[in-house]
């Protein structure tokens, strides 16, 4: 029997519901910027996304678009100028930055309670201390993908394969702090296959083309395809698709899966940080 598929779409959709009526007892608009460094096609879409998500929930939302040649002091300083101003709630610097400039020394810029993505080292280490607060966006869709499927965390064994900090290190943490047993692969593992057939939940963020097929699934296993791949101008994810459906117990789509509820987040955090 097939694998029931997690809509994404849909649950992104029920919590900008429940964010406009939680806006109902605001006296003002939570405010959200973004700032884009250079012109790169992606960012560029997804940030458009983001801006069509705020006007659905009615958030005040402002784009800052820099050229890719500026130095890194001349974005700290607009960093710094939106840490000061009160009619912003959240900060987004859009990744992937210019080779010249240091991303983490960008996010490190950013004042912690403005911190929307949940990135700064204030933020993730209340994420490792197992008291979150504000957590980074990709990660925490992740946690509602796997919790709208109905099964519990707990207990549960969850490989997370990729061990980036914006997606696979936070959100092991934070399957952790919910009483998953987790194991992190990487490019450097050793029998992958063997690690990934005994995951329970299994996270797929490795940046790679369809990598995870069928016999690397363990029967009725919850799958998480983080990947967003361009293959002959459509899009596929890190998970064979087609393949792994026929195996898994649930599976996201590539599209509308983990992207929906990663803005969806970013929503939710922007609401979080207006309400302090």
């Known amino acids: 029997m097939p694998a029931e598929i997690i809509n994404g779409s849909r649950l992104a959709q029920q919590i900008r519901s429940q964010i406009r009526k939680q806006l109902k007892a605001f006296t003002f608009k939570p405010g959200l910027a973004v700032v884009q460094v250079g012109d790169d096609p992606a960012s560029t879409l997804y940030i458009k996304y983001k801006q069509r998500d705020c006007a659905k929930v009615h958030f005040h939302s402002e784009v800052h678009r820099l050229s890719a040649e500026i130095p890194q002091q001349t974005l700290i300083d607009k960093v710094n100028e939106l840490n000061a101003r009160n009619d912003i709630h959240g900060i987004l610097v859009q990744m992937p930055l210019p080779d010249t400039i240091d991303e983490q020394t960008i996010i490190d810029a950013i004042t912690p309670n403005k911190d929307v993505d949940g990135l700064t080292p204030h933020n993730l280490g209340n994420l490792f201390i197992n008291r ?145």
């Open 132 to 276: 979150e607060r504000v957590t980074p966006c990709t990660p925490t869709g992740i946690i509602r993908l796997i919790e709208a499927s109905g099964e519990s965390i707990e207990g549960k064994h969850a490989v997370c394969v990729g061990r980036s900090h914006l997606v696979g290190k936070p959100v092991g943490i934070m399957l952790l702090n919910r009483n998953a047993t987790v194991t992190y692969c990487h490019s450097r593992t050793t029998n992958l296959t063997e690690m990934t057939r005994q995951a329970d939940i299994l996270i797929a963020a490795v940046g790679k083309p369809e990598f995870i097929t069928a016999e690397m699934i363990k029967p009725g296993a919850i799958v998480i395809d983080v990947g967003i791949n361009s293959v002959d101008d459509h899009l596929v994810g890190d998970v064979k698709f087609d393949d792994v459906i026929e195996i898994a117990g649930y599976i996201t789509p590539v599209p509308g899966g983990v992207g929906p509820l990663t803005r969806a987040m970013l929503l939710e955090n922007t609401l979080k940080l207006a309400s302090k």
